[in-house]
């Protein structure tokens, strides 16, 4: 696994044939025997080039534009920028480093439905000409600040308003008055936009809903004299193939009925997770430990491990790269590094926590793990929304290192 590929501030390790990431995730265990043993995050930027054929072949009419906040590290920039995939940007930071990847203005969408004034100069400066925009309010601060705009119109969807318990975007009955104002201030309207989370227990009837209420606003643009030729149905794609194909084949005879290809009509989409989330992963170390038993009654001190149930600590928690714990998501289970000999065979039940000693600070309620010792290390995978920003500004340790890794066949 020698040849490192020198990048201005990451660096990129070639893994040659058979050398797998679970081996480069062993040779930084190995290095770290003697040392602190601090949690690091591994990057496999192939996961990246791997998602985009899977990405290509099942939905080849969806143009990817990716959401920059699920993961705004320079290397996944740059490998998905040369991938030339669009970018999602929610403010000025995000448009600058994107733009500083050579991205083309005309491939940036500014998301966000309530933008800081700097944020819409800054798109004009740059050119970038799309925004979303979803208010009177939004639309009057756009017209002044950037009126050669070209606007996406969020529009609001159940399972969103469900997922975030608020309501974002305009429903249909205000469509008509937004519109018109639109005209009256002499902005063009060219699109619709709106979000599908992935937790939507009704797939089809979310897109039934949202692709015939945006095809209702196309036509009251047209009527109004808009060019509306973008249609973007926004992110909710886990990362798993299975899933993607679900939602294909949900929105695919939507799409048919309603926007076919020779309507001419730009279809995008915003997967974020679905490119970022399997391609990093993040060890941590087990820095403290308790046994408990399950039935305090029956149990006398010193009894066998059989009703036991573990508890330990590892060296980060949700004020760190477990973020995402503390908006309601769940952190599946980590597997155990291999070098763990077990005593005997047993798994048992183990919760799993950070180091603050907080009572939020619980990563993992409950799962199945054999016995570990302190010193122990464990990987979790698909850590990879929550970008390294957050790794390192958010952890306990200044930095936690990233090491990024590609194949050579992947390369
Ligand atoms: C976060 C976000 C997404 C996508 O996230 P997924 O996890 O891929 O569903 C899409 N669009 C916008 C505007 C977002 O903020």
């Known amino acids: 696994m020698k040849g490192l590929v020198d990048k201005p501030n990451y660096i990129i390790e070639l893994l040659e044939g058979g050398v797998t990431l679970d081996d480069v995730i062993d040779g930084h265990i190995c290095e770290q025997a003697l040392g602190e043993k601090s949690a690091f995050v591994v990057g496999d930027l192939g996961a990246l080039m791997r998602q985009h054929v899977c990405w290509q072949s099942a939905v080849p009419r969806m143009q990817p534009y990716y959401p920059v906040k699920c993961n705004s590290s320079p290397a996944v920039i740059e490998v998905l920028a040369s991938l030339g995939l669009g970018f999602i940007c929610a403010n000025k930071t995000e448009a600058s480093l994107v733009l500083e990847h050579g991205v083309p203005p ?158 001419g009509v730009h279809v995008l989409a915003q997967p974020g997770s679905f490119y970022v989330a399997s391609a990093f992963s993040l060890a941590v170390n087990v820095i403290g430990k308790k046994v408990m038993n399950r039935h305090w009654d029956s149990l006398t001190q010193g009894g066998n491990n059989e009703d036991a149930e573990f508890l330990y600590y590892m060296n980060e928690g949700v004020y760190g790269p477990f973020s995402r714990k503390l908006l309601g ?52 995978s698909n850590m990879g929304v929550c970008g390294p920003e957050e790794f390192s500004c958010l952890s306990t340790s200044p930095q936690l290192p990233v090491y990024y890794t590609v194949s050579t066949c992947d390369w």
């Open 106 to 263: 005309e491939n940036i969408i500014l998301s966000g439905v309530c933008k800081q004034l700097a944020h819409i100069k800054h798109a004009a400066k740059n050119n970038i000409q799309h925004l979303v925009c979803e208010s009177e309010a939004e639309l009057s601060k756009i017209s002044r600040l950037h009126p050669s705009a070209k606007l996406l119109l969020q529009l609001t969807t159940e399972a969103h308003a469900a997922e975030t318990s608020m309501a974002f975007g305009f429903s249909l009955k205000s469509c008509r008055h937004l519109l018109e104002a639109a005209k009256e201030l002499g902005v063009q309207v060219v699109g619709v936009t709106f979000h599908i989370p992935s937790s939507c227990q009704d797939l089809q009837q979310a897109y039934n809903h949202a692709l015939s209420d945006a095809r209702c606003v196309f036509d009251m643009g047209v009527d109004l004299g808009f060019n509306m030729n973008i249609l973007d149905i926004g992110g909710g794609f886990t990362g798993s193939e299975g899933q993607l194909k679900q939602v294909e084949s949900a929105v695919r005879p939507l799409l048919e009925a309603y926007f076919p290809p020779l309507s």
């Open 329 to 380: 998501n769940c952190i599946a289970a980590p597997s155990v590094h291999k070098h763990v000999r077990c005593a005997e065979e047993g798994v048992y039940p183990s919760s799993l926590w950070g180091p603050s000693l907080d009572q939020l600070d619980q990563v993992v309620e409950r799962c199945l793990l054999p016995e570990l010792s302190v010193g122990d290390w464990l990987c979790f």
